[in-house]
Nanobody, 122 residues
Framework: QVQLVESGGGLVQAGGSLRLSCAAS????????MAWFRQAPGKQRGLVAR???????NYADSVKGRFTISRDNAKNTVYLQMNSLKPEDTAVYYC????????????????WGQGTQVTVSS
């Protein structure tokens, strides 16, 4: 069994900062690309940022220069530092990861966290 557990969401004023964390746990053999997605009410879930196992990153245009994704491979954890937050950043943020489980050979599977609410007030 593999779990992705997010933390760090909350309520913040516009211009403020939050740091989200996502810890992977369970029977993990290897972790590949990790990512953060978000879904606002009435909108589709969309990519915010992703980071490969080698540390290559890419971001949605709407968050470039404000958000930073990073990972600590020793802790199986990915982070999203969010600065200069805007009301339009309000959404449920989901962690996503491609992982290999112990004992399942070379196959990769995609996992999702349960989501964490980020609310930015104007």
């Amino acid at each position: 069994q593999v779990q992705l557990v997010e933390s760090g969401g909350g309520l913040v004023q516009a211009g403020g900062s939050l740091r989200l964390s996502c810890a992977a746990s369970g029977s993990i053999f290897s972790i590949g690309t990790m990512a953060w997605f978000r879904q606002a009410p009435g909108k589709q879930r969309g990519l915010v940022a992703r980071i490969t196992s080698g540390g290559i990153t890419n971001y949605a245009d709407s968050v470039k220069g404000r958000f930073t994704i990073s990972r600590d491979n020793a802790k199986n954890t990915v982070y999203l530092q969010m600065n200069s937050l805007k009301p339009e950043d309000t959404a449920v943020y989901y962690c996503n990861g491609n992982l290999q489980r112990i004992g399942t050979g070379p196959s990769w599977s995609t996992y999702w966290g349960q989501g964490t609410q980020v609310t930015v007030s104007s």
